[in-house]
């Protein structure tokens, strides 16, 4: 099945910085998803992304599908982004594959 | 409109006894899958229903079992139940299977094994 690993695993950082995160992805997928886990356990989900580049305010994901990678990029972090983000790629169902995620805590 | 529903929210059982979790999805959304979040194995795919039917199942035990209803309402039932199953359950869904829709995810029913 598919393997999906997230990086880097744990980030801290101070109020308005900007970060990159990783999510590679050993198999060609039909879809890829990224979801903020709040500290409640909700998953938000922040893109629908199986290509291409999208932003949503602060927030942008780029998927490069045939290099087998996508990338979420937050900038001018605020305190209410803490959480863990995941991406879940999934093949031809449904099914999402989790990653473990990336923890990020944004200090004021 | 509103969003995934899953009841009861948290909840404390014992060893060896069942529960049973529901899922209410979205409006119009007729397919809807399960996870399991632990610490130790992170988010893992429990089942996947679309139209009353299981169109895929994970890798756990047969305690484990699910079904849906004709109007796309769905629970899922844990028999037998262990310390390891404590865990968060968290249920989504989406409008149909296979077509890349983007999925939306209940607040998850907290389940803790004494």
């Known amino acids: 099945g598919i393997q999906v690993e997230q990086s880097p695993p744990d980030l801290i950082l101070q109020e308005g910085a900007n970060s990159t995160l990783r999510c590679n992805f050993s198999d060609s ?3 890829l ?3 903020h886990q709040n500290p409640w356990g909700q998953l938000i989900n922040l893109f629908y992304i199986p290509s291409g580049t999208k932003q949503n305010g602060r927030l942008s994901a780029t998927t490069v599908a045939t290099e087998r990678y ?20 999934t093949s031809d169902t449904d099914k999402l594959i989790f990653g473990t995620g990336t923890r990020l805590q944004v200090f004021p | 409109k509103a969003g995934v529903t899953q009841t009861p929210r948290y909840l404390i059982k014992t060893r060896g006894q069942q529960v049973t979790l529901s899922c209410s999805p979205i409006s119009g959304h007729r397919s809807v899958s399960w996870y399991q979040q632990t610490p130790g194995q992170g988010l893992q ?12 199942k994970g890798n756990f035990p047969g305690r484990f ?5 004709s109007n796309s309402r769905s629970e899922m039932n844990v028999s037998t139940l262990e310390l390891g199953d404590s865990a968060l359950y968290l ?19 907290w389940l803790t094994v004494v």
């Open chain 1, 33 to 35: 998803q990224w979801f």
């Open chain 1, 29 to 31: 997928v039909n879809n």
């Open chain 2, 45 to 56: 795919f429990l089942f996947e229903y679309f139209s009353e039917t299981q169109r895929n």
């Open chain 2, 65 to 69: 079992s699910g079904r849906q209803f």
């Open chain 1, 70 to 89: 996508s990338l979420l990029y937050i900038s001018s972090s605020q305190t209410t982004d803490s959480g863990v983000y995941f991406c879940a790629p």
């Open chain 2, 91 to 109: 249920c989504a869904s989406s409008l149909k299977m296979n077509s890349g829709n983007t999925i939306y995810f209940g607040e998850g029913s």
